[in-house]
């Protein structure tokens, strides 16, 4: 079991309408140096065929398409010691604040993706923010049994009724 604190910015802007949370970045992720950095994720690939947009290769793609689309990235917490990337692993959870990033944009809808983010943020975050989040299914490598491309592009395509 590893203490990890959370090292990436959240991704928002002013413009942002739908805030997208994961539940920490992963070792793959951290190497990387970005959200979703593990090769077989498949975050990058559902976001860019949900919004019918170019597949982003690189950090400052994918930022932009975000930001493009007023979408906003960060994660629920903002330590805790896991194993790996197992979120099942998840102990001593703390959360993320998430008070400048919702006074400081449009967010009208928060989605989660994966049960344990929705369970942590239900957990840790509802309390503070009164806000709902609707669970989306994790895009992780692990999860590629449980659900197919197409399922994760129609449930991911949720978001687009928040967004303009």
């Given at each position: 079991m590893?203490k990890?604190n959370?090292?990436?910015?959240?991704?928002?802007?002013a413009?942002?309408?739908?805030?997208i949370?994961?539940t920490?970045p992963?070792?793959?992720?951290r190497?990387?140096g970005?959200?979703?950095?593990?090769?077989?994720?498949?975050f990058?690939?559902?976001?860019?065929?949900?919004l019918?947009e170019?597949f982003?290769?690189?950090i400052?793609?994918?930022?932009?398409?975000l930001?493009s689309?007023?979408?906003?990235?960060?994660?629920v917490?903002?330590?805790?010691?896991?194993?790996?990337a197992k979120?099942s692993?998840?102990?001593?959870?703390v959360?993320?604040?998430f008070?400048?990033?919702?006074?400081?944009s449009c967010?009208?809808?928060?989605f989660t993706?994966?049960?344990?983010a929705?369970?942590?943020?239900?957990?840790?975050?509802y309390?503070?923010?009164?806000?709902?989040?609707t669970?989306?299914p994790s895009?992780?490598?692990?999860?590629?049994?449980?659900f197919?491309?197409?399922?994760?592009?129609?449930?991911?395509s949720k978001?687009?009724r928040?967004i303009?």
């Amino acid at each position: 079991m590893t203490k990890v604190n959370h090292i990436f910015d959240p991704v928002y802007d002013a413009n942002s309408q739908v805030l997208i949370l994961g539940t920490i970045p992963s070792p793959k992720s951290r190497e990387y140096g970005f959200y979703y950095g593990h090769p077989q994720n498949r975050f990058w690939r559902i976001i860019s065929d949900v919004l019918r947009e170019p597949f982003p290769n690189t950090i400052e793609e994918k930022k932009n398409l975000l930001l493009s689309h007023h979408i906003a990235l960060w994660d629920v917490l903002a330590s805790c010691d896991i194993t790996g990337a197992k979120d099942s692993s998840i102990k001593n959870a703390v959360a993320n604040d998430f008070g400048e990033i919702l006074s400081g944009s449009c967010i009208a809808a928060i989605f989660t993706t994966g049960m344990k983010a929705t369970k942590l943020y239900q957990q840790l975050c509802y309390p503070k923010t009164n806000v709902p989040t609707t669970y989306l299914p994790s895009t992780s490598p692990a999860n590629c049994g449980n659900f197919t491309y197409d399922e994760l592009v129609a449930e991911y395509s949720k978001i687009l009724r928040f967004i303009k």
